[in-house]
């Protein structure tokens, strides 16, 4: 069982950065892909990055956001600059058990679908003003 909880959300200019942070709990992290997604009401939630041998990003917030881990403090990080207004919504954290070599192969191929991950965090809000 592992625990999210993501920080780091708040209220930003267009042009301004935030940096999201997520601890999880357990002494595996380092088996774990993490990824980030965000949700606006009434839309689907949409991948925003993955961390997990290799870093992988949405077209859309490429070159302006960054995903880092450090294994150490079982924590994974979004530094987003340059934030837009339609960068605003929910920003969930969320964490998939990678076993193998083979399992990790699989998990490359579906990263972005959100029912690829097995643990989920509560969710941080960060709206992006013009």
């Known amino acids: 069982q592992v625990h999210l909880v993501e920080s780091g959300g708040g209220l930003v200019q267009a042009g301004g950065s935030l940096r999201l942070s997520c601890v999880a709990s357990g002494r595996t992290f380092s088996a774990y892909a993490m990824a980030w997604f965000r949700q606006v009401p009434g839309k689907e939630r949409e991948f925003v990055a993955a961390s997990g041998g290799s870093t992988f990003y949405a077209d859309s917030v490429k070159g302006r956001f960054t995903i880092s881990r450090d294994n150490a403090k079982t924590a994974v990080y979004l530094q987003m600059n340059s934030l837009k207004p339609e960068d605003t919504a929910v920003y969930y954290c969320?964490?998939?058990?990678?076993?193998?070599?083979?399992?990790?192969?699989?998990?490359?191929?579906?990263?972005?679908?959100?029912?690829?991950?097995?643990?989920w965090g509560q969710g941080t809000q960060v709206t992006v003003s013009s």
């Open positions: 969320a964490a998939k058990y990678v076993s193998s070599s083979y399992a990790y192969a699989l998990y490359v191929q579906a990263r972005t679908d959100q029912n690829e991950y097995d643990y």
